[in-house]
């Protein structure tokens, strides 16, 4: 019984670093960038656009689409950077679990 108590408690702990992560990750932010900084993208959580930048240089009529193609891409730096920084935070959360499939619990990277 006592390994049992000493197992939940570890369960306990462990959830509550997961959850703690979790919070960690709704307030993560990061930025992203496109044609050399021409277009700038903030993502914060799990991926709300919160601020764009666009160069002044390309507000030219006739050129939306290479302005859409630069957020697009701006959008996808951001991600990237932004999916990195949320594994980090639930690997360390997870410690030694970071990696195991347990039937039953969230795959943790």
């Not at 959008?75 to 030694?96: C, V, Y």
Request: charged content about 20%; hydrophobic content about 45%.
């Amino acid at each position: 019984m006592k390994d049992l108590n000493a197992l939940m408690q570890q369960a306990q702990a462990m959830q509550q670093k997961l959850q703690d992560a979790q919070a960690k990750m709704a307030e993560t932010t990061a930025s992203g960038s496109s044609g050399g900084g021409l277009v700038t993208l903030d993502l914060k959580g799990p991926g709300e656009v919160t601020r764009v930048v666009i160069d002044d240089s390309l507000m030219v009529p006739g050129e939306t689409e290479i302005l859409a193609d630069l957020i697009v891409a701006a959008h996808a730096d951001a991600k990237r950077k932004l999916d990195e920084a949320n594994s980090a935070l639930m690997r360390e959360a997870a410690g030694p679990m970071a990696g195991m499939n347990i039937p039953g619990m969230p795959k943790l990277f």
